[in-house]
């Protein structure tokens, strides 16, 4: 029955890797991923079902169109072969007769996070439509995961989605005032804006969570009511902030108590929560709109944003990472960031070596590390602890 099972899930994992492929190519295009029929890139012709089984049409076709012989990417089955892959191992470690349900929001979000990363990976854009929907499976789901699972709780997944999204949003801010040559940012979006991200985290370094979501929300609620942003000028904001950072890290509590991982998590989960509560809110007004209000190149993570500012971290990877923070926690998240980065600098390197000159977005380093953290994880924390001794 398990062999079956797993078997079974791994074709549906085809499937979708099938059903991924248009979304890559269609989504960032505006066009639908329903209609019309798949078609031959070279000829037009309408694939029937048999060209589009799984891998198997691409094997039998020799990766060329029966019509026209154009050939077919070997994309195509690679995808539709890790997806198969990626299914086959949720349902052989996660078994529904063991933990119930606990598979399926996973498919889901891993489904979500796969299309996100390949679409970065091709044109450098991470959609809303998958990024901020991922987040809401990733917690919600939480409620399915069996307590056998090792997953991480509602709350877990909560919080590690705002510290995720946290730690990203500030490399956003941080970097970004470096790069600007500390002058201020030019945003000045209202009631929802960075100002509430920037407020939230000072507040959380010198307070802990609860002071960061007080003056989050002060600072949306006094910009509504003025009708513009009310803000702080990002250098001296940031200097606070540092200033705190740094008296928390010599060991001292501030005057009220707060301590370095108070200080730390209350920053983090401020700055991450105003900074999805403000992607949700312009998703939503961008949706109702007529035009976009951002470009794509500001979720995509270029070199600037559309105000013409340079940035040292796309908004588009805070979103991921926030999905990502609810699938594996708060601690999960920062392995697997690690690993991110690490991975990353190796592939830049070897890049730079072989002569490559082509960009890799953050996006699919993010994804491919939290996938590691999330097999590994636990046994690379227990290494690096034997090293420490502890």
């Avoid at 890559?24 to 031959?40: A, K, L």
């Avoid at 961008?286 to 951002?294: F, K, M």
């Amino acid at each position: 029955m398990t062999t079956a099972w797993i078997a079974l899930v791994a074709i549906v994992g085809s499937l979708i890797g099938s059903f991924a492929n248009v979304v890559v190519y269609r989504w960032p295009r505006g066009e639908s991923v329903v209609r019309p029929r798949s078609r031959c890139p070279g000829c037009g012709r309408t694939l029937s079902p048999i060209d589009l089984v799984p891998v198997l049409s691409w094997l039998a076709l020799r990766g060329r169109c029966r019509t026209c012989g154009a050939r077919i990417s070997t994309r195509y089955p690679l995808v539709e072969a890790g997806f198969a892959l990626a299914f086959g191992v949720l349902a052989w470690a996660y078994p529904i007769e063991t933990v119930g349900l606990t598979v399926l929001p996973l498919l889901v979000l891993v489904s979500m996070l796969g299309m996100a990363a390949l679409i970065d990976f091709d044109t450098y854009l991470l959609p809303d439509g998958l990024t901020l929907p991922a987040i809401a499976v990733g917690i919600v789901g939480a409620w399915l995961y069996h307590p056998a699972a090792g997953l991480p709780t509602p709350g877990e997944a909560a919080v590690g989605a705002a510290v995720a999204a946290g730690v990203l949003v500030l490399i956003n801010r941080l970097g970004g005032l470096v790069l600007r040559r500390l002058r201020d940012t030019e945003e000045r979006l209202w009631p929802f804006s960075l100002d509430a991200v920037n407020v939230a985290a000072l507040a959380g370094m010198l307070g802990g969570r609860w002071w960061a979501l007080a003056a989050g929300l002060a600072q949306v609620a006094l910009s509504a009511l003025a009708r513009r942003p009310v803000r702080l000028p990002e250098p001296w904001l940031y200097a606070l902030w540092l200033t705190a950072l740094i008296v928390a890290l010599g060991g001292w509590t501030l005057t009220w108590g707060v301590d370095l991982l108070e200080a730390l998590a209350g920053s983090l989960i401020g700055a991450g929560a105003f900074a999805l509560l403000g992607a949700v809110w312009w998703w939503i007004a961008d949706l109702r709109a007529t035009e976009p209000r951002t470009s794509p190149t500001a979720e995509a993570g270029a070199p600037e944003d559309d105000e013409g500012e340079p940035v040292a971290m796309g908004f588009g990877d805070v979103k991921l990472a926030a999905a990502l923070g609810a699938l594996l926690g708060s601690v999960g998240f920062m392995v697997g960031l690690l690993l991110a980065v690490v991975i990353g600098a190796v592939v830049g390197v070897a890049q730079r070596l072989l002569g490559g000159s082509r960009f890799v977005p953050f996006g699919p380093f993010l994804v491919v590390g939290a996938l590691l953290a999330w097999a590994f994880g636990d046994a690379l924390v227990g290494w690096y602890l034997d090293l420490l001794g502890v």
